[in-house]
């Protein structure tokens, strides 16, 4: 969580309910938001990071944002995804867009 809070805790979230981090002046879109707790990663970066530097797949995505998001923004956090691509060498879906073995 401190990561998290060291490179996203300037977050905020915008009028649609989408959340945000402004950076020399633009305005990047971290996630998508829901009126249901449903949140969606669409920061290519945020993605990368939480697979690479931390390990993290698709299941494990819940228990690192729900407290987080819970306690930083008061938010209700029922589910938590990122973007997978479908791989032709396997047939399966990876979090990035060349085949790896899982």
């Given amino acids: 969580m401190n990561w ?3 490179n996203y805790g300037k977050m ?3 009028p649609e ?6 950076e ?5 879109k971290i996630l998508l938001g829901s009126k249901i707790g449903w949140f969606y990663i669409v920061n290519e970066e945020l993605q990368n990071d939480l697979i690479d530097m931390f390990g993290v797949n698709k299941s494990e995505l819940l228990s690192i944002f729900k407290p ?3 306690g930083k923004f ?3 956090v029922t ?4 973007t997978t691509y479908h791989c032709n ?8 867009k060349h085949h790896i073995k899982e």
Avoid: A, Q, S
């Fill in 89 to 96: 060498t396997c047939g399966k879906y990876h979090p990035v």
């Fill in 68 to 70: 987080w998001m819970e």
């Fill in 12 to 14: 905020f979230k915008g």
């Fill in 17 to 22: 309910g989408d959340y945000y981090i402004k």
């Fill in 74 to 76: 008061d938010v209700k």
């Fill in 79 to 82: 589910e938590v995804t990122y």
């Fill in 4 to 6: 998290l809070d060291k």
């Fill in 24 to 28: 020399n002046g633009l305005y990047t």
